[in-house]
């Protein structure tokens, strides 16, 4: 194991922001700290860099206790959502930057940084200034300059979260086959469901300060710990008592198996067909179903259906039986 957080506590005033996490992040992986805003995936990352002090517990990195560390000390690199470059230094510069002031030969530098200018896909922009790269293009710069001390751990603090979808999406793809080849041990917080579940390799679900679930974006999501790591990794539903994906619900046009229900509505949403339906109880759940299986079951609003859960599926028990579906259905309920 390459980062063991044993323990760890944090309290800014009466706020508990980390409550004893324990936490053993794998060496050479790509790790992600997933969790709402606020509960204290930020922190965490800190304590691991030293930029903030855990009150109790214990980090070590590569076997060696950083506790006590300062920053630097730490052989991290990181990088931040709102990366500060030197704005008077070229791009070339500021990958340097770090091997400058650690004074190695001048051949050495140049020959590292035009290998991270490729790695990164910046070769063509050395002499800019930072202010002539789009905001994609700083954030690669900024990852290039993190690595160039060749860092034991990288921790990025949601690295593209200021920037629009579609260069997040890029930039997601671009990090994972940057890991691939550089295979430095990465973690890396994020909002964001999706990219998690897309980049990392293991994820830590954080949520008021303590750690949800440990596991493969696979295990979190077919076999999720509890009805907040459910909720938290997709779209829900509510069938009985029992919360599922809508994806996992089959639905059939006549027979005995499932429960009876009644069509309300039915929506096409790009590649899929969302059909509402209310239970003879009155309860409304949705089902989403590719555009075959709707038009092979030969349904409409009104139709009568049964409903089941598709036998395997990932399911977890409703703590509170009036809790309603994180995605309400606009289904009105028919009996
Ligand atoms: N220096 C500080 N002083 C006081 N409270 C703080 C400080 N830093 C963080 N907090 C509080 O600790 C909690 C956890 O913050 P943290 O930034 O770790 O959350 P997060 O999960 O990273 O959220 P986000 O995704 O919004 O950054 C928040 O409620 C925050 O307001």
Known sequence: MSIEIVNVGKRFGDFVALDDVSVS??????????????????TLL?????????????????????????????????VFQH???????????NVAFGLEIRKRPKDEIRRRVDELLALVH??????????????????RMALARALAVEPTVLLLDEPFGALDAKVRKELRDWLRRLHDEVHVTTVFVTHDQEEALEVADEIVVINEGRVEQIGSPDDLYDRPANEFVMRFLGPVTQLGDQLVRP???????????????RVTRVTRIGFEIRVDVATTGGQPVTVTLTRNEFL?????????VRVQLAPGSPSTTVSTPEQRTA?????TTTS
Do not use: C, M, W
């Open 122 to 139: 910046l070769e063509q922009f050395a002499e800019r200034l930072p202010a002539q790269l789009s905001g994609g293009q700083r954030q």
């Open 46 to 78: 800190r304590i691991i860099a030293g930029l903030e002090r855990a009150d109790v517990g214990k980090v070590e990195i590569e076997g060696v206790d950083a506790t006590g560390l300062p920053p630097q000390k730490r052989n991290v690199g990181f």
């Open 83 to 93: 990366y500060a470059a030197f704005k008077h230094l070229t791009v070339r510069r």
């Open 327 to 331: 995605e309400p259905s606009l289904a």
């Open 247 to 261: 994806h996992d619900l089959q639905l059939f046009s006549g027979g005995t198996t499932g429960v009876a229900a």
């Open 25 to 42: 992040i794998p060496s050479g992986r790509l790790t992600a700290l997933l969790g709402p805003s606020g509960g204290g995936k930020s």
């Open 296 to 304: 092979a079951l030969g349904i409409a609003v009104d139709s009568e």
